[in-house]
């Protein structure tokens, strides 16, 4: 799952990207809301963390202002303004979670994976295809009820395929699933994360479409 944190302090954003980060988010932060147009102009997201008191602007209107354009990317509002009024404006404002100061990160994360999930338009926190089980909660996977090891990385190719069983994912959008705006690209990384996924889960759970990319085979 990849993680636009929008926040000023430079304190709580170090703390928010090394918290989502052990949760197995690909992170980038911006602390503005110049940097977070262009950020999501640029790129795509499965989630914002986007504070409301921004110090070139106001995270509400830069909400306003995507959802006006139709962008539907899942935003979670975190912000010290936390009364009943704010939140209600927030959420009817287009936010899809408004939580704030102080929280506990345990419950930032699981919301933000909740705000993924409805991105993708599913309600089940378990993605399953067949025999095939992911837990992004515990970052498990088991095929037949049995444990499967596999590396952060790995998981996170895998989860980016099992979203959509049968739909092709480029290797670009692998790519980003794996890699924030300051990690070195490797050159044939999915390459790599494919043979030890095969190795792991059968060799044709994921299938090579030429030219186009990965999916996972579709069970029915």
């Known amino acids: 799952m990849r993680v636009l944190i929008v926040e000023d302090d430079p304190i709580l954003l170090d703390g928010l990207a090394i918290g989502l980060g052990l949760a197995g988010c690909t992170v980038d932060a911006v602390s503005g809301c110049a940097d977070a147009r262009l950020a999501l102009e640029t790129s795509k997201f499965d989630v914002v963390v986007l504070d409301l008191m921004l110090p070139d602007g106001s995270g509400l209107d830069l909400l306003k202002e995507k959802r006006a354009a139709g962008d539907l990317t899942p935003i979670v509002l975190l912000t010290a303004l936390d009364r009943v009024a704010d939140r209600v404006k927030g959420l009817d404002t287009g936010a899809d979670d408004y939580i704030g100061k102080p929280f506990d990160l345990d419950e930032l994360v699981a919301r933000v994976r909740a705000a993924a999930r409805r991105g993708e338009g599913r309600a089940e926190p378990r993605l399953k295809s067949g025999g095939l089980e992911l837990d992004p909660a515990r970052r498990s996977v088991t095929l037949d009820d049995r444990p499967v090891n596999v590396s952060r990385r790995e998981f996170a190719v ?60 579709a069970e029915r």
């Open 158 to 217: 895998l989860l980016a395929l099992a979203e959509r069983p049968g739909v092709i994912k480029s290797k670009t959008e692998l790519e980003d699933r794996l890699y924030g705006w300051q990690e070195e690209v490797e050159s044939n990384a999915i390459e790599v994360h494919i043979h030890n996924l095969r190795a792991k889960i059968g060799r044709d759970a994921i299938q090579t479409v030429r030219g186009l990319g990965y999916r996972l085979k």
